[in-house]
């Protein structure tokens, strides 16, 4: 099939699936539907976004997928992206009915954007954004220098997941307020740079701006990864079986099903989790209750609009999901891999899985005092949530921090069970145990 046949296929194909997904209710609003091949399709997922700054991480991430694809261990068929109107990029030159699954599943994905609120208030043309962004930061490298810029970049987005959407800085704030010297940005560490370092140039707190505006953007996604797949996985299955396939199309279809839900060996499959999920609110196997309305409809839509990754899981993950996916929790003891709760452990397995998902899995750090022993020390704390922090990662973050402040970092978290500070200054790296906590 040429490129030409291709497109007209795929042209009827929405049409016949988005005829199907008006009448269950989901509103997707404008998708534009573009064919790609692989390399583009790692390319976007690599960057995030078309057009995007250049920056070698993005390169080591696009080799990394161009690997799995090329061992066949990982392949991306879709790629969507929150804009508007909303862009779907679509694998090539695959079966018909795994166009039609993947078209089905990119509508639902819309209809989540515009759904759920976690996507309230985002840029509408974040494409667009970025590219001004990329252009902008060219013009940085003409004028202060490609290293520079470079340098620059390094930490900031060693820093990117330390951003807290509007009033959602809560906790920082309140873990600040313990110490009496809380700043009023809270636990938004990138505005609170951007804002308050001494040793930053304008340019440079511009650039810290742009970066904050896309991690704020990728944030939705982060934290509603499963809410979102498992969102999508769900309606693309109701609208495969709604739809008048035949026996090879209904058999390529159900090969492809059995491949994105397979058990991961060493995590959550956040399509077969969010899946399941939905099925039992659909089937009123877990209570969901909206403001107004009833029956299983309003139940689901009720859900889908309003939780993320953390409560959709603390709210509806039961002891019969977690028997039915044989969830359970493990970790290495010594030169083995134990498991250290059951399924039938479920309450520990759903809060040590809710732990995980806190924060898309991100260390939150508040910022506790700007002046730190009236010397211009930056301190900060670690929201200590049962997870101690990497030290292997440590010494970079505190690295960065130090460089866009420009004077000595102290964090302060605890390790073993004892309160504990890690410094970076002029001469580097320090560790001091405090004490007990």
């Not at 090539?92 to 609120?117: C, E, Q, T, Y």
């Amino acid at each position: 099939m040429n490129t030409l046949e291709e497109l007209k296929e795929m042209e009827q194909m929405v049409g016949e699936v988005a005829g199907v997904a008006r009448a269950f209710g989901l509103d997707y609003g404008d998708v534009h539907f573009e064919l790609c091949s692989p390399a583009v399709l790692q390319g976007l997922a690599a960057y995030g976004l078309p057009r995007r700054f250049s920056h070698w991480s993005f390169g080591r991430a696009y080799h990394r997928l161009r690997a799995y694809h090329a061992f066949q261990t990982q392949r991306i068929y879709e790629l969507v992206l929150n804009t508007r109107p909303v862009r779907a990029y679509v694998l090539a030159g695959v079966p018909a009915a795994h166009k039609l699954m993947i078209i089905a599943h990119s509508l639902a994905h819309s209809d989540f954007f515009r759904r759920n609120v976690h996507f309230a208030g985002l840029p509408e043309k974040m494409a667009e954004h970025a590219a001004a962004h990329a252009e902008k930061l060219r013009v940085f490298e003409e004028r202060y220098g490609g290293e520079a810029v470079e340098t620059l970049l390094d930490a900031v987005l060693a820093l990117e997941e330390q951003v807290a959407p509007a009033g959602q800085e809560c906790a920082a704030v309140a873990a600040g307020a313990e110490r009496g010297a809380a700043p009023a940005i809270g636990g938004d560490l990138l505005a609170f740079l951007a804002a308050a370092s001494p040793v930053l140039a304008a340019w440079q707190r511009e650039v810290i701006g742009m970066v904050r505006e896309e991690a704020l953007f990728f944030r939705a996604q982060r934290v509603t990864k499963i809410t979102n797949e498992g969102w999508a996985t769900y309606w693309h299955t109701r609208l495969m079986r709604a739809l008048d396939l035949d026996t090879g199309r209904l058999v390529d279809w159900a090969r492809l099903q059995a491949q994105l839900l397979q058990r991961d060996p060493l995590g959550v499959n956040p399509y077969g989790l969010g899946l399941a999920i939905f099925e039992a609110v659909a089937d009123g196997r877990v209570p969901a209750y909206p403001p107004e309305g009833d029956g299983p409809e309003s139940r689901l839509f009720w859900v889908g609009k309003t939780e993320d990754d953390v409560s959709l899981c603390r709210n509806y993950l039961t002891p019969e999901l977690v028997a039915a996916l044989d969830l359970y929790v493990y970790r290495r003891v010594g030169e083995q891999w134990v498991v250290t709760a059951p399924a039938t452990a479920w309450e520990t397995v759903r809060d040590v899985l809710v732990r995980r998902l806190t924060d898309a899995g991100s260390p939150r750090l508040a910022v506790l005092d700007a002046n730190y022993r009236d010397r211009g020390e930056l301190y900060l704390r670690h929201l200590y949530d049962g997870r101690e922090l990497e030290v292997s990662g440590l010494e970079k973050v505190l690295r960065c921090l130090y460089f866009l402040w420009g004077r000595p970092v102290h964090l302060e978290t605890l390790r073993g069970g004892e309160t504990a500070v890690l410094s970076y200054g002029v001469q580097g790296p320090s560790l001091r145990l405090v004490g007990a906590s």
